[in-house]
């Protein structure tokens, strides 16, 4: 990806350049955006704060389970940076958990969260998801 490029221009559409060459991780990062996608036409069409709130809470759980399989991927592997990378994960878990617990009914919180996650989301793929790939090799 080019270093220069403001995460706000990014969109939610799979790009190869996501790929870690681990399909199982593949295949859940892909879920997963497809699940923020969801949210956001959503939100766009919605005012329904409670609905969007139980959405976000799918998608922090479909990100625990996609981060247990990622930490089972990287114990089956050896990988030596795993206390680190489970920290990052379960950092997010967090931030999510307390931000998700805090917000207000205003729609446009909601939006901010998700330009959040997925700057989040492209920095740890791109950065720290294909390091197991190496790894793996
Ligand atoms: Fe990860």
Do not use: P
């Amino acid at each position: 990806m080019n270093k220069n490029k403001s995460y706000s221009e990014l969109d939610l559409k799979w790009k190869d350049e996501y790929n870690t060459s681990i399909s199982e991780i593949d295949y859940q990062h892909q879920y997963f955006l497809s699940l923020v996608k969801r949210i956001t036409d959503i939100i766009t069409d919605t005012n329904n704060h409670i609905y969007c709130h139980r959405l976000f809470t799918e998608l922090i759980y479909y990100a625990q389970f996609h981060f247990y399989s990622e930490e089972t991927i990287m114990i089956k592997c050896n990988y030596g940076d795993i206390n680190n990378h489970k920290e990052m994960h379960r950092d997010l878990i967090d931030l999510l958990t307390n931000e998700i617990n805090s917000m207000s009914d205003n729609m446009a919180d909601y939006q901010h969260f998700i330009q959040f996650l997925l700057k989040w989301f492209v920095r740890h793929t791109m950065e720290e998801d294909k390091k197991i790939a190496a790894c793996m090799k």
